[in-house]
């Protein structure tokens, strides 16, 4: 029986687990959930320096027409006021650095005009380095300068909305840090959360985030963020923590990020390496040091957090939740574009796969039917089982014969006591059952006709004996009952018995 329970428990789980619609698990891009926390923070910065190039000794112009210098690189906005760390090597380079801008862009130029050849413009820039200066109008001024941020897809160029006007706050020297902290003109602007205790030893992994040269169409080129997993590889040959992958040159100063999109470093160029790849690490003790310099606290605000909790249950299979709570975010920051997309993804998750959380209900109740119904099977066997057993008489077992397929009746072996003889009738004689040596050979009627279990022992009614033909007979005492007759205390192969 037992077995037959659990067969039927089989059959039920089998048949409601094949009925249920599977749970809503979420699929995603590998490490979007870091890249959808840390995206929405990520700044695009372009610096613009206008001057002219003098000869140092006499002063004069080498060219009257103003050279335009543009930095592009990559931030991370660590508080929702506007505050965004950077490297201090893309918004604030040295006097040297912005000269060699300064040559190379004017060479550059001289081969449109074609009045440099190609080939010769490092040989350009070489000769006049050492004797020239890059300066604003006026001898001995500096070059006017520029510094936009823009949010999302970027456009190279842009002066007005989105692009933001930005300040430099403070800065570190290349040499001590280089990281700077630059404060955009705007507030409510989507902030990333530091890692204070972030793990960088080598072998861990990360996710770089940058801007990155995208499509160029009307004369205007957009940049748009780009995502990496590395992985930390040790120190570089600047003595700095390294990582063994890169975006693009100008995802400098962008975040890098663990797991959960928290900031565990900003990126900077290995100039150790050839080719300069944008692959080593400011680390969060020298973010900490300018932010500490620029007297400004890393802090998310209430829609940051908000947003966080809407990912949460968007990656967590939550779609109808996760509406909800972006409705939230867009209600307080109506154009967190971030918020937006997800909000648009939650919304198409939920129509095609359903909740997670609801599927999950219906699994579990599916589990508990099934349950159910194999309780009711159990009970109504065993009910049975009880009922049988109180109608068995006393000293007959039941057991399985898993080769007949179920459960049999069994009775132990019995010696048969013929009853006492009554005054005035004859003495029965005993019975004897047939030897195995007996020649006898047993007739039974057709309706006495049964099938026995082989382990069982029975004395079956109305026997008779017959000779075997051609052989001589041996005498049997046969029994005083006529056949037909039952006799006086009997017991029949069911186990009753039949007493006088």
Known sequence: MARRSAVLLGIITAVCGAAVPAAAAPTYARNEPATAVAMPSTVYLEATYTGYIRDVKAGTLVRRKPVVVTRRCSGVVVNPDGYAVTTSVCVQPSRDVLLVNALYRLGRTLVQENGLAADELDAFVGKLKDSSAFTGERRGTKPSFTLLGQLGTATSGATAAPATPATITKALPAADGNAALVKLRRTGVPAIEIDTAADLRTGTPLVVLGYGLGETTGGSTTYTVRTRAVEIIGRTGTNRIGVDGQIG????????????????????????????????????????????????????????????????????????????????????????????????????????????????????????????????????????????????????????????????????????????????????????????????????????????????????????????????????????????????????????????
């Open 249 to 500: 040159p100008d995802s400098r100063g962008g975040p890098v990020v663990d797991a959960t999109g928290r900031l565990v470093a900003v990126l900077d160029t290995d100039t150790s390496a050839e080719g300069e790849p944008i692959r080593d690490l400011i680390t969060i003790a020298n973010i900490n040091r300018v932010l500490d310099q620029g007297d400004v606290d890393s802090r998310l605000s209430e829609v940051d957090r908000g947003y966080r909790t809407a990912l949460s249950a968007y990656f967590a299979g939550r779609y109808s939740q996760a509406v909800r709570r972006f409705d939230d975010v867009l209600k307080q920051a109506p154009g967190h574009s971030a918020a937006q997309a997800y909000r648009q993804r939650a919304e198409e998750r939920l129509r095609l796969d359903g909740d997670a959380k609801e599927n999950s209900a219906e699994w579990l109740l599916y589990l508990l039917s099934a349950a159910g119904g194999a309780l009711i099977i159990g009970g109504t066997s065993l009910a049975q089982r009880l009922l049988r057993d109180r109608a068995r008489p006393a000293g007959v077992t039941e057991t399985g014969d898993a080769s007949r397929g179920g459960d049999e009746w069994r009775q132990p072996p019995q010696r048969f006591t013929p009853p006492e003889p009554s005054p005035g009738n004859r003495p029965a004689p005993p019975y004897t059952r047939p030897s195995p040596d007996n020649d006898a050979t047993v007739v039974l009627s057709l309706d006495d006709t049964v099938v026995l279990p082989l382990d069982t022992t029975v004395i079956l009614p109305r026997v008779e004996t017959a000779p075997e033909a051609g052989r001589s007979a041996r005498k049997t005492e046969s029994p005083s009952w006529a056949p037909g007759e039952r006799l006086a205390g009997h017991v029949d192969w069911r186990g009753h018995h039949d007493g006088p």
